[in-house]
C-alpha cells in the first residue's frame, strides 16, 4: 500500500528528437503525450482529446502536445518541452511519447516504437529516435 501524498499535477516532460537527418526550415515537428488503455476517464476540462485508432482498439487521451515549426535547419538533436496534467496514479503506470515530422505536405519520420515516461523517468531528458514514416 503506497501512503505518499500525491504530487502536483503539472508536468513537463523535456528530451531530444533524433530523425537522422537534418530537417528542412519549415519542418513541422509534433510532440505528444498520451495515456493509453482501459480505464481512461474524461476529466471534462483542459487538452485531453479522446481518440479512438482504427480497428476498435485502446481509447487513447493525449494529455499535451508541442508543435514547433523550424526556422532553420536542424542538422542534430532537435529539443522538446511538453507541459500537461496528470495524476501521479497515472504516471506510475506510464505515458506514451508520440512525435512526427512533416514537411512538404507528408510525415516524413514518426516514432515507431513505444517510449514510456513514468513517475520515475519524467525528471530526466528523454531521447526519441525517428523511423521514416514510409517503412
Do not use: C, W
Amino acid at each position: 500500500m503506497d501512503l505518499a501524498p500525491e504530487g502536483a499535477r503539472n508536468r513537463v516532460v523535456t528530451g531530444t528528437l533524433n530523425p537522422g537527418v537534418a530537417l528542412p526550415v519549415g519542418a513541422e515537428i509534433l510532440v505528444r503525450v498520451i495515456q493509453s488503455g482501459a480505464g481512461i476517464r474524461d476529466s471534462g476540462s483542459g487538452p485531453d482529446i479522446p481518440v479512438n485508432r482504427q480497428g476498435g482498439g485502446a481509447t487513447e487521451r493525449i494529455l499535451g502536445e508541442q508543435v514547433n515549426v523550424l526556422a532553420t535547419v536542424a542538422g542534430g538533436p532537435v529539443p522538446f518541452k511538453v507541459e500537461f496534467e496528470v495524476e501521479d496514479a497515472v504516471l506510475r503506470r506510464g505515458v506514451n511519447l508520440e512525435a512526427r515530422v512533416s514537411y512538404n505536405g507528408r510525415v516524413r519520420f514518426r516514432t515507431v516504437q513505444a517510449h514510456v515516461v513514468t513517475l520515475a523517468s519524467i525528471p530526466y531528458p528523454q531521447t526519441l529516435g525517428l523511423q521514416p514514416a514510409d517503412r
